[in-house]
T-cell receptor
Framework: DAGVIQSPRHEVTEMGQEVTLRCKPI?????LFWYRQTMMRGLELLIY????????DSGMPEDRFSAKMPNASFSTLKIQPSEPRDSAVYFC??????????????FGPGTRLTVL | DAKTTQPTSMDCAEGRAANLPCNHS???????VYWYRQIHSQGPQYIIH???NNETNEMASLIITEDRKSSTLILPHATLRDTAVYYC????????????FGDGTTLTVKP
């Protein structure tokens, strides 16, 4: 299995531009998570989906952020317009939602976003 | 999810066992203890988890005290590649892994 795939790995953009981050979860996993990591705030959960449906988006910082999961194998996190304070590493993770025996998340390599 | 307390940093000599403690005194009966680690510039990686009993896998061992208020992650023979931030997380077995990551312990393995 290729694991969780994220693209791009690095993104540099200017303030005000739209940014789209992409994620392909592990095949068969029915949960998908988006995290953001900064030095100041650590690793924060932004939103997660179950069977392509957003379950909890309480971590999304503001209306400039939006996430979609049009099918089981693809999700996007969009920032419009981007601001310098959005600079961070964004991780996508997936899990298979098994019950009773514990379940673990598998993380992608992350997208390092720099907003100038 | 219960709150966890971990030391900010630890050092370990290469080849020796690394013992990373975690306090979770408010853990509930249905909450599991999970450990992840994050090597610099990579995504977090699952290590091990347990509910009551001690657990061992190819990466590490997890020792949970009888009262479940604390646990220890043991890397039996630490290598330089084990240098990472180690996160202890306690959570119920729902929401398929939704986890709150704290600050973790930065483990530095030294030659």
């Amino acid at each position: 299995d290729a694991g969780v795939i994220q693209s791009p790995r690095h993104e540099v953009t200017e303030m005000g531009q739209e940014v789209t981050l992409r994620c392909k979860p592990i095949s068969g996993h029915d949960y998908l998570f988006w995290y953001r990591q900064t030095m100041m705030r650590g690793l924060e959960l932004l939103i997660y989906f179950n069977n392509n449906v957003p379950i909890d988006d309480s971590g999304m910082p503001e209306d400039r952020f939006s996430a979609k999961m049009p099918n089981a194998s693809f999700s996007t996190l969009k920032i419009q317009p981007s601001e310098p304070r959005d600079s961070a590493v964004y991780f996508c993770a997936s899990s298979n939602g098994r019950r009773g025996a514990g379940d673990t998340q598998y993380f992608g390599p992350g997208t390092r976003l720099t907003v100038l | 999810d219960a709150k966890t307390t971990q030391p900010t940093s630890m050092d370990c000599a290469e080849g020796r066992a690394a013992n990373l403690p975690c306090n979770h005194s408010t853990i509930s009966g249905n909450e599991y203890v999970y450990w992840y680690r994050q090597i610099h510039s990579q995504g977090p990686q699952y290590i091990i988890h347990g509910l009551k009993n001690n657990e061992t896998n190819e990466m590490a061992s997890l020792i949970i005290t009888e009262d479940r208020k604390s646990s220890t992650l043991i890397l039996p023979h630490a290598t330089l590649r084990d240098t990472a931030v180690y996160y202890c997380i306690v959570r119920v077995n729902t929401n398929a892994g939704k986890s709150t990551f704290g600050d973790g312990t930065t483990l530095t393995v030294k030659p």
